[in-house]
């Protein structure tokens, strides 16, 4: 069959062609997810208009000795394909432009298994043309049906508006129930038993903590709206952003993370006196206050002067010289593990995972959280356990070397410090588990995962099962 026009592409020195029929889109690179455990030429997964589309490296498709695409390079491109079989992007290190071929100057190559499927004059420059299925049929892709955490398929614009949703954090103050959404939160920690105190600070700031070697102003959401405080184990801390700058607001307890459908949600007045408030969320009969994300501007604004290289040295050393490190305590089948909080990037609520195809036995699938494809593995596989579905699970998002990845587990136990005695270290450097934590006086055993050794086992389950 001859081919029309062809998208021109300029890689490794020479110039290659992809029929426009198969070409979707031409973007600038997107952020993009590596995934554990895939092939090299494998760049991860990235979010596209709603669609999760697996993101292939042009550079090392064509030559595996030319290195990979600098993706950070001006010139460089996503291209997204749809092929009779595949839907996917190739990240390219620079797009020409899309001619008509004539085929007068078109010479096609008669041989089925050859990439190249034919060769176009074209100025001065002799363009390759690619066969897309041939260039990728030893890559085993990733196929699925995308589900973002905004789950919108409408017809209409009208009913788009209709079933559209936010995602919203509920918890409670003084024994009513607010909500936070979800992205100006970046995660949730426990309480500490001591903060660096603040001089001359306001009423609401308990002080500061060190938070993964970063400093963490801390507010107490519940004088802040002028609430009692009521000291529980169930006391959280909300992190929360504004403009890439952090503060950590204490609440009494956290309750659930929900999407709210746009019609539940009624805004305020802009003359509203109170401004804490932005609007009600209308659920089950209960009216729930959600507070304004202009409180988190100003609590970040008017501490940000708190913050200084001289504090650092002397107000938080204190701090750090308390633990050793920190870790999250989880269970799964009765038992307490825990992952070092360097590891972990959040914790959330489970929700649907979107099943891979072709993928190792290990991997559950993906999620996409704001934005980003996360792959989800299985512990429970990995440790030979029995996973209780009916439970309220949570995900354990890890960002290990770069690569972020989750954990599915029964629940989360703790969030602590941990000091140097309650540390027993195993020697072997290869063990799945890199020590054991004796809390409580040694009555609680803790097994810690060696993150890097735990996705080595991963990969080496991969080679056994291939």
């Given amino acids: 069959m001859a081919i029309k026009e062809?998208?021109?592409?300029?890689?490794?020195?020479c110039y290659y062609g992809i029929?426009?029929?198969e070409v979707e889109q031409i973007l600038r690179v997107m952020e993009i997810t590596p995934m554990a455990m895939t092939p090299k030429a494998v760049c991860g997964l990235c979010s596209i208009e709603g669609s999760i589309v697996c993101t292939l490296d042009f550079s090392y498709l064509l030559d595996k000795n030319?290195?990979?695409?600098?993706?950070?390079?001006?010139?460089?491109?996503?291209?997204?394909?749809?092929?009779?079989?595949?839907?996917?992007s190739l990240l390219v290190s620079e797009v020409i432009n899309s001619v008509e071929v004539d085929q007068s100057r078109v010479e096609y190559v008669?041989?089925?298994d050859d990439v190249i499927v034919a060769l176009f004059k074209y100025e001065e420059e002799i363009i390759q043309i690619l066969s897309v299925e041939r260039l990728i049929k030893d890559i085993s892709l990733p196929s699925y049906v995308s589900r973002d955490v905004r789950d919108v398929s409408v017809e209409n614009a009208d009913e788009k508006q209709k079933s559209y949703s936010k995602r919203y954090l509920f918890f409670v103050m003084g024994k009513e129930r607010y909500a936070l959404e979800v992205d100006a939160i970046r995660e949730i920690i426990a309480l500490p038993k001591h903060f660096t105190v603040i001089a001359e600070s306001e009423k609401e700031i308990l002080g500061m903590i060190s938070l993964r070697e970063d400093l963490l102003v801390v507010a107490d959401l519940r004088l802040y709206y002028d609430f009692a405080v009521v000291p529980s184990d169930k006391n959280r801390i909300i992190v929360s952003q504004h403009l890439g700058r952090h503060i950590g607001l204490a609440v009494d307890?956290?309750?659930?993370?929900q999407d709210v459908e746009i019609d539940c949600i009624e805004g305020l007045p802009e003359n509203f006196k109170d401004k804490k408030i932005s609007g009600v969320l209308h659920l089950d009969d209960a009216l729930i206050s959600i507070v304004n994300t202009e409180v988190i501007r100003t609590l970040v604004n008017e501490q940000s002067?708190?913050?200084?290289?001289?504090?650092?040295?002397e107000q938080v050393k204190h701090v750090a010289d308390e633990t050793s490190l920190e870790v999250v305590i989880f269970q799964m089948e009765g038992e307490e593990y825990a992952f070092n909080i360097d590891d972990v990037s959040e914790i959330i609520d489970m929700t649907e995972i979107t099943p891979v195809a072709d993928s190792m036995e290990h991997i559950k699938g993906v999620i996409n959280i704001r934005g980003q494809v996360i792959s989800i593995a299985s512990l429970y596989k990995i440790l030979h356990l029995e996973e209780n579905k009916k439970i309220d699970q949570k995900i354990i998002v890890t960002n290990v070397d770069g690569n972020s990845i989750g954990f599915v587990v029964d629940k989360v136990n703790d969030v602590k410090g941990v000091e140097e005695k309650e540390i027993k270290k195993e020697e072997d450097a290869n063990r799945l588990f890199s020590s054991i934590l004796q809390l409580s006086a040694g009555k609680r055993l803790v097994m810690m995962f060696d993150t890097t050794t735990l996705l080595s086992s991963?990969?080496?389950?991969?080679e056994r099962s291939a």
């Fill in 66 to 88: 030319a290195g990979f695409v600098d993706k950070n390079a001006f010139k460089a491109r996503q291209v997204t394909l749809q092929s009779a079989k595949h839907h996917f």
């Fill in 19 to 21: 029929n426009t029929d």
């Fill in 305 to 313: 002067h708190l913050i200084s290289d001289k504090v650092k040295a």
């Fill in 110 to 112: 008669d041989d089925s």
């Fill in 6 to 13: 062809v998208l021109i592409i300029k890689e490794q020195g």
């Fill in 253 to 257: 307890e956290i309750v659930d993370i």
């Fill in 458 to 462: 991963l990969k080496l389950n991969k």
